[in-house]
């Protein structure tokens, strides 16, 4: 609890002092951007700027605690297989919501050259998102948590902030609310109260279980090159599937999906709760 709490600071640190450096700049006129997105890339640079130094006082930061010590062949293996498992993983969540009629085909005319483009820059931003997300997440985070308070308490935190950065974003101000410090220091508020809202909660749940599902992964392999693949190949099937496939407000079973993404909901809910069942039997045959 106390390596989980530290990073929360972190993150509350980084956000506050966005917040602080967002109205000035702006004064300044070197940028261009609205606020929430100024503060949004002014919170990302402070916590590039801070997480090695934070991760090297944990002593998170070798190969092992990071989610790569085992031979580079076995990784790269694993993040095969990995990424196979997690394409088949979505697109079974994806077809099920075409069957439902939650989701419905994209009746634009696609050419073929846009499509082959489209894979390749899901293929790129799946590859680049696993590998980050998941040596943060999965291996120094997991890491420094399970050093000091054990794999459950690891795979259960590390899924918890997982989920919950995803909602972590400064919003934009209401219409005709002038943008001043007050703004700031409200758009900085907003971050912390928006989390609390019930439209979240179904996507709240499927990204914690998500998360969940990644660190049974972990812990069963003692490694993130699974991990990493099943992350890489769930972002490929979302960014296709909302390129190819359109919501559909309309269904009676549509409440399924939340407002995320339009792919994840109480739906993928169930489907990953399964699969993290599945896993946690699987660890616990082998290690009986």
């Not at 997105?37 to 700027?49: K, N, T, Y």
């Not at 693949?229 to 979302?238: C, D, E, N, S, T």
Request: aromatic share 12%; net charge positive.
């Amino acid at each position: 609890m106390r390596t989980t709490a530290v990073f929360f600071a972190f993150l509350f640190v980084c956000l506050l002092l966005a917040a602080v450096a967002t109205p000035p700049l702006l004064a300044s006129g070197w940028v261009e951007l609205e606020p929430h997105r100024l503060m949004g890339r002014l919170a990302q640079v402070f916590i590039l700027l801070g997480i090695w130094p934070l991760l090297a006082k944990l002593g998170v930061l070798d190969r092992v605690a990071l989610g790569y010590g085992v031979k580079s062949r076995i990784w790269w293996r694993s993040v095969g297989w990995g990424w196979l498992a997690g394409v088949g993983i979505l697109l079974v969540l994806v077809l099920a919501l075409l069957a439902l009629e939650i989701r419905v085909p994209d009746t634009h005319s696609r050419h073929w050259t846009a499509l082959l483009q489209r894979c390749g820059q899901a293929l790129l931003g799946g590859a680049l998102v696993g590998v980050l997300e998941e040596t943060f997440f999965r291996g120094a985070l997991f890491s420094a948590i399970r050093r000091r308070d054990g794999a459950i308490a690891a795979m259960l935190w590390s899924s918890a902030l997982y989920a919950l950065l995803h909602f972590m974003k400064p919003g934009a101000l209401p219409a005709g609310v002038q943008f001043d410090w007050s703004g700031s220091l409200q758009m900085f508020a907003h971050v912390f109260v928006d989390l609390f809202q019930w439209n979240h909660l179904d996507s709240l749940v499927a990204l914690a279980l998500a998360g969940l599902l990644l660190a049974l992964v972990r812990e069963w392999s003692g490694h993130i090159g699974w991990c990493v693949g099943l992350h890489a190949g769930w972002v490929l099937v979302i960014q296709l599937g909302r390129w190819l496939t359109d919501g559909n407000p309309a269904s009676p079973l549509a409440g399924l999906v939340g407002d995320y993404d339009g792919t994840i909901g109480w739906l993928a809910a169930v489907w990953l709760g399964v699969l993290c069942l599945g896993v946690a039997l699987v660890m616990r045959r082998q290690s009986s």
